[in-house]
């Protein structure tokens, strides 16, 4: 190994041991409760909570997904089109996971249980950082893993709860958190939300987690797709693309790896009284 390769190595070990797991982020008061929230286990990529009480969870079939919001403050720098970005791929991605252990509802009713969705925390990508990243990262001798410089790195941060029918009980609870790390797997992007549209699909993972026990098992695809106003969940082309794209440019690229502009989803239809979300803190 030449010498150059050697002080990359040891350039990449000195940033790895300074990298540090994902701050948690302070909880936006938007939940019903925070009361018994704990970590599910040890994660070193993303900082989770969850509580969830199983005998009220195993009861459920029907869920409606309300689509998620912005918390007060959160995404402040970004665009509105990031934003809707942002929420458009946290939409689908719970969507996906959701639908895979429970029954989605397109209208709420007295036997249909809510999923509120917060994204309260979107910390931007720098897209100057991201270019000298992508270049360094072609003469990094170490496989699969991308050296990000450091300030320049983003990050998403999510709280999703369910709720009882009638909206007054917390059935499950979750907040989650993730920011890239200076080594990793994360890929630099030139979108300023890069790294939080990156962290959705774990975010989606969590969340269906979350709020199934683990004696409900993962179903078929229901036809029609209840999700299918989000794009399409396997599409070769898309997931090709954005792979010679990240190949050729050693960057993440959303705009081909995430679907076009989706059908809006069905309105629901003669819900329930609504539940009025939590207040944040004053």
Not at 5 to 22: D, E, F, P, R
Not at 119 to 148: D, E, I, K, L, Y
Not at 187 to 213: I, T
Request: glycine share 10%.
């Amino acid at each position: 190994m030449s010498a150059r390769a050697l002080g990359l190595l040891s350039t990449v070990g000195a940033l790895a041991l300074g990298a540090c797991q994902t701050a948690q982020t302070p909880h936006s008061g938007l939940l019903t409760t925070y009361d018994g929230l704990a970590a599910p286990g040890s994660s070193l990529r993303a900082v989770v909570l969850q509580r969830r009480d199983d005998v009220a969870s195993d009861a459920l079939d029907a869920l409606f997904l309300e689509p998620a919001v912005m918390a007060p403050g959160a995404g402040e720098d970004l665009t509105p089109v990031e934003r809707a970005a942002v929420l458009q791929e946290v939409d689908r991605q719970i969507c996906y996971e959701i639908s895979e252990r429970f029954t989605l509802a397109a209208a709420r009713d007295e036997r249909t249980a809510l999923v509120r969705t917060y994204v309260v925390r979107v910390q931007p990508t720098g897209r100057v950082g991201s270019g000298v990243s992508a270049v360094a990262n072609f003469f990094n001798p170490v496989p699969g893993v991308n050296v990000r410089t450091p300030g320049t790195t983003g990050g998403l941060a999510v709280e999703s709860e369910l709720l009882s029918p009638d909206g007054r009980q917390q059935i499950a609870a979750i907040t989650w958190g993730r920011n890239a790390t200076v080594v990793g797997t994360d890929s630099p992007s030139l979108s300023r939300v890069g790294d939080a549209l990156q962290f959705a699909e774990p975010m989606g993972d969590a969340v269906g987690d979350a709020f199934a026990s683990k004696t409900r098992e993962v179903r078929d695809i229901p036809e029609p797709d209840p999700c299918a106003h989000h794009g399409e969940r396997s599409n070769f082309g898309r997931t090709a693309g954005g792979f010679a794209a990240g190949l050729v440019t050693g960057l993440y690229v959303p705009e081909i790896e995430r679907p076009s502009t989706p059908k809006p989803p069905v309105a629901p239809v003669a819900p329930v009284a609504p539940v009025a979300p939590a207040q944040p803190p004053r």
